[in-house]
């Protein structure tokens, strides 16, 4: 029963903005760390950003520094990516991946993924 649904993709124009959310249920969202990928047609998937369970850290890809912000809202169970300054280049299926590590268990991650959401940015 655990759930990540995407929302907020849609056609822009280059230069634009668009806010992504992913809103999680079925587990306990502040345990995980939370990704996004993108996946285009003739691209392999690329990790986009991450952010820690608390927010204290995230990572982003080289090709979005600068114009992108993931953040995350633990007391409603949903995770942002702020998408500024959009390029062509970026239009893809956005997808945000839920993770637990346990390694301090000796047992592999959880992981849930979610089913994304199209952006287009085009002229």
């Known amino acids: 029963q655990a759930q990540l649904v995407e929302s907020g993709g849609g056609l822009v124009q280059p230069g634009g903005s668009l806010r992504l959310s992913c809103a999680a249920s079925?587990?306990?969202?502040?345990?995980?760390?939370m990704n996004w990928y993108r996946q285009s047609p003739g691209n392999e998937r690329e990790l986009v950003a991450r952010?820690?369970?608390?927010?204290?850290?995230?990572t982003y890809a080289d090709s979005v520094k600068g114009r992108f912000i993931i953040s995350r809202d633990n007391a409603k169970n949903t995770v942002y990516l702020q998408m500024d300054n959009l390029k062509p280049e970026g239009t893809a299926v956005y997808v945000c991946k839920a993770v637990r590590d346990l390694t301090a268990t000796g047992r592999g991650p959880l992981v849930f993924w979610g089913q994304g959401t199209q952006v287009t940015v085009s002229s």
């Open positions: 079925g587990f306990t969202f502040s345990d995980y760390a």
């Open positions: 952010i820690g369970i608390t927010g204290d850290s995230t």
